[in-house]
């Protein structure tokens, strides 16, 4: 039996640590995001956090609940392909560079989210133990095995950098004017 290689490790165990990450943020006890949900202005930045227990206060919050399982499909199927993709390729694949700097700089956000707040957020206990020492370790076999360069991986992270900026900014700001506007034509049409 041969052992994989680490670029092998590199690329395939994206898919490993994502689901460790999706882990943590499922099973955490709700009352670790206490303190952090008590906060309006975390509230606000978290528009995929939504928890079952909100869920059940309020019949009019059913769109909640297909966001909240559109974003765990989106947390299986995102990694896998940003894996297969990685492997198929040996790590050469642009939207596997482009998905682990994405993963490193999100464990970076989750660090700063909970050191801004003061208080636990969901994947503070894999983001510096797990996600970061992997992102940082896979882009150094990248970078040694000849796979990218340094011009290659500062690419990849500032593209990282726009699509999360970009997706975050154009889902949250659709939510909004769909809540808004869903507001208005009920009131305006007269519809309870």
């Not at 940003?82 to 390729?89: I, L, S």
Request: include cysteine; proline fraction near 5%.
């Amino acid at each position: 039996m041969q052992l994989p290689n680490r670029l092998t490790l590199a690329t395939y165990g994206f898919f490993l640590i994502w689901f460790c990450l999706s882990l943590e943020q499922h099973f955490a006890p709700e009352h670790w995001t206490d303190k952090a949900d008590a906060n309006p202005t975390y509230r606000q930045i978290q528009w995929a956090a939504v928890r079952s227990r909100q869920l059940s206060r309020d019949p009019d919050e059913a769109s909640d609940f297909a966001r909240l399982l559109s974003a765990w499909i989106l947390s299986a199927i995102l990694p896998g392909v940003v894996a297969w993709r990685g492997g198929r390729t040996k790590g050469r694949s642009f939207i596997y560079q482009v998905g682990l700097s994405s993963f490193g700089t999100h464990g970076v956000k989750i660090l700063l989210r909970s050191l801004v707040f003061r208080a636990y957020t969901p994947g503070l206990l894999v983001a510096p133990m797990v996600m970061l020492p992997f992102s940082i370790w896979s882009w150094m076999v990248l970078l040694e095995e000849g796979v990218t360069d340094r011009s290659g991986l500062i690419d990849a992270v500032l593209w990282a950098f726009a699509i999360d900026s970009t997706v975050i900014l154009v889902l949250k700001s659709g939510f909004l004017v769909y809540r808004r506007g869903g507001r208005f034509i009920r009131s305006f049409l007269g519809w309870p």
